[in-house]
């Protein structure tokens, strides 16, 4: 069952939608297939861990990344709906310190890759909402740190209708400036 795929503004994270089979009885889609997601993308990638959260309206979930044991995810929403960030924190590349935001729902299926070197947060919209990533190394907190969620440097665009509910380690993460970054 193909997928379809698409670059975003960062040409390495990639906009995929699964091709979803539906009648009067519901629906069915393959959320992740190996063998479809490398001929999509050009990547073969390994899976090593399943993440799953929960989160009410208004909760805001990062910019998180492992300066080692870097992190590729492959996120999607099964229930409610999140703006869903990625940063560029390759101080090579030519995009660094641009970001991009999908929405990602439990309607609309999308999912988002998000390569390693890259931050990655997201913004919960409805009520309540579950995210599902899968992730290319295992979570290694000893290596996790987190780029201000409001950095004016990177002006992430989000869709806030009042203060975003963090994490203490959110509230207190540092700009773009200030953080480590991939070489």
Aim: charged fraction near 25%; glycine fraction near 6%.
């Amino acid at each position: 069952m193909p997928i379809t795929v698409a670059p975003t503004a960062l040409p390495e994270v990639l906009r995929i939608d699964p091709t979803v089979f539906g009648d009067a009885r519901g629906f069915f889609f393959e959320s992740f297939n190996a063998r479809d997601f490398r001929a999509a993308t050009g990547l073969d990638v390994t899976f090593v861990q399943d993440n799953h959260s929960g989160s009410a309206r208004g909760v805001l979930r990062g910019l998180h990344y492992q300066i080692q044991q870097p992190q590729g995810k492959l996120v999607r929403v099964v229930q409610g709906e999140v703006f869903d960030v990625a940063v560029d924190l390759r101080r090579r590349s030519p995009t660094f310190g641009r970001w991009i935001g999908e929405i990602l729902s439990a309607e609309n299926r999308r999912q988002l890759w998000i390569p390693p070197g890259f931050a990655h947060g997201f913004l919960v919209l409805s009520e309540w909402a579950e995210c599902v990533y899968k992730s290319t190394d295992f979570y290694a907190p000893q290596h996790e740190r987190a780029l201000r969620w409001d950095d004016p440097t990177v002006d992430v665009a989000w869709p806030l209708t009042s203060a975003p509910m963090l994490a203490a380690r959110d509230a207190e993460a540092r700009p773009i400036d200030a953080v480590e970054c991939f070489d």
